[in-house]
């Protein structure tokens, strides 16, 4: 249905900042921002639905920040004040028609029933 490619991704030390893209085609529905670290699960950063509303994880609320262009050709992530613990390899991904929350839960938990990009690195040093 969609095929996500994310970009933008770097090294940056900590209090940096960083804005990563998803190229996604004119998606008309919910997209997210997850990401994993080593060892960890994977867990959703951010997501936003068709209507603009947002869901925002708990640890990133106040320093990250998603938006669309108006054709909904690419998303982004703006990512500041970025901390040691930000270290996660970033992917972007499709959810369908489900609202943002929903998204930012049940995709993490379920990668298999949405559409992912390959992922962008993005290493944060003390």
């Known amino acids: 249905q969609v095929q996500p490619v994310e970009s933008g991704g770097g090294s940056v030390q900590a209090g940096g900042s960083l804005r990563l893209s998803c190229a996604a085609s004119g998606y008309r529905y919910t997209m997210g921002w997850f990401r994993q670290a080593p060892g960890k699960e994977r867990e959703g950063v951010v997501a936003i639905d068709s209507d603009g509303r947002r869901n925002y994880a708990d640890a990133v609320k106040g320093r990250f920040t998603i938006s669309q262009d108006n054709a909904k050709n690419n998303l982004y992530l703006q990512m500041t004040s970025l901390k040691p613990e930000d270290t996660a390899m970033y992917y972007c991904?499709?959810?369908?028609?489900?609202?943002?929350?929903?998204?930012?839960?049940?995709?993490?938990?379920?990668?298999?029933?949405?559409?992912w990009g390959q992922g962008t690195q993005v290493t944060v040093s003390s």
């Open positions: 991904a499709a959810c369908g028609s489900v609202g943002a929350g929903y998204c930012l839960d049940y995709l993490a938990k379920n990668p298999a029933f949405g559409y």
